[in-house]
């Protein structure tokens, strides 16, 4: 603890004014470096895998960004940047354009896969969302409002956040920043203090400032097997939306649990697979398909593998025992898409 902050709280207060003194300014000074160079770092390692989208033509032509993430030229974007286009202008780095072709779209999460034309891109690394705590740092960079190359910097302000995407869609787990983004940095990454992508930026709550969200990696992740090969994400779809709540260990190890938490069920669709099965709300999702569940992330990751129609088993803790029912998971309904 610096001798600064030694005295503030031993004092409470009264030799703030001391804060003056040459060797305290030295010491802010260095944290102030240290954080510095961390924020310069990333960015200039990001900066050249972020790009900027054009879609459309003439009063139609939208933008917003996008990030590399392989040297033959896949991007991940949003959804509700491209929508239904095929193609787009990728701007890059250099301020060469080429043409872009959107090789999967995914309203459900409101991410989308783009091929830029060309080779030999520059490219950010994927990082592990599922290990981000609150209050680490975060950084965003982008086109907002079409200034390229825009970087901001805070932190990650909360875990595990439902969102409602311009689809329609609650996505679950989002990412919370404070971050700043506005128009243009959707599609763009969210990335951590070693430059690697955490999360690809979708939304901010206007008029407030400092509420701002991002889809997390991993969900990207879970999906883009099914994106390349298909075009979409055929999804098995239970009826329900849930959230992440830790189980004790003192349960855990009686009803046979492995992992530290699982997902509770905060809201059912009557009449869906979930309600079919006999699910409540409150119920605690355990295993799905004899896989563990222990996020949000794991049940989505489980339902794009697990085959759409295939009856299989889904344990549930309810009223401290463990209990299984037989479940359909259909696939996602096309009318909501």
């Known amino acids: 603890m610096s001798r600064f902050w030694q005295n503030f709280i031993t004092d409470g207060g009264a030799s703030f004014e001391q804060s003056d003194s040459t060797p305290n300014r030295e010491e802010e000074a260095a944290a102030l470096d240290a954080y510095s160079n961390v924020t310069v770092t990333v960015a200039d390692r990001l900066r050249p895998a ?9 009063a139609q032509t939208g933008t917003g960004s996008g990030v590399l993430f392989s040297p033959e030229g896949f991007l991940l974007t949003n959804h509700h940047v491209v929508g239904d286009q095929e193609t ?3 701007r890059l780095h250099d301020g060469q354009e080429v043409n872009g072709h959107v090789i999967g779209n995914d309203p459900w999460t409101d991410l989308a ?3 830029a034309d060309g080779d030999n891109f520059p490219f950010a690394k994927f990082g592990d969302s599922a290990k981000l705590r609150v209050g680490q740092l975060a950084m965003a960079i982008g086109s907002p409002l079409g200034f390229e190359s825009t970087v901001t910097a805070g932190v990650v302000s909360a875990l595990g956040r439902t969102l409602r995407s311009v689809s329609g869609h609650l996505v679950d787990n989002i990412i919370q920043t404070d971050a700043a983004l506005n128009p243009g940095n959707s599609g763009g990454p969210l990335v951590d203090s070693r ?4 999360g690809i930026n979708t939304a901010v709550i206007q008029p407030a400032q400092g509420i701002c969200f991002a889809i997390p990696i991993n969900m990207a992740k879970h999906i883009l097997p099914s994106l390349i090969k298909h075009g ?10 849930g959230r992440q709540v830790p189980i004790p260990v003192e349960l855990g190890r009686r009803i046979g649990v492995e992992m530290g938490s699982g997902v509770e069920i905060i809201a059912l669709e009557e ?9 409540e709300i409150e119920d605690v999702i355990l295993n799905f398909a004899d896989d563990s569940v222990g996020s ?14 295939e009856a ?18 259909v696939e996602y309904p096309v009318a909501a898409r």
């Open 50 to 58: 972020v790009v900027n989208l054009r879609v459309g033509r003439g």
């Open 88 to 90: 787009v202008r990728v």
């Open 113 to 115: 896969l783009v091929r």
């Open 195 to 198: 430059g690697n992508v955490i």
């Open 232 to 241: 979409r994400v055929i999804r098995g779809y239970l009826g329900l939306h």
């Open 271 to 279: 009449g869906g697979p979930a309600d079919a099965a006999g699910l």
């Open 296 to 309: 949000v992330d794991d049940l989505h990751k489980l339902l794009t593998t697990h085959p759409v129609g």
């Open 312 to 329: 299989t088993t889904i344990s549930i803790l309810r009223d401290g025992r463990r209990q299984d029912r037989r479940i359909v998971p």
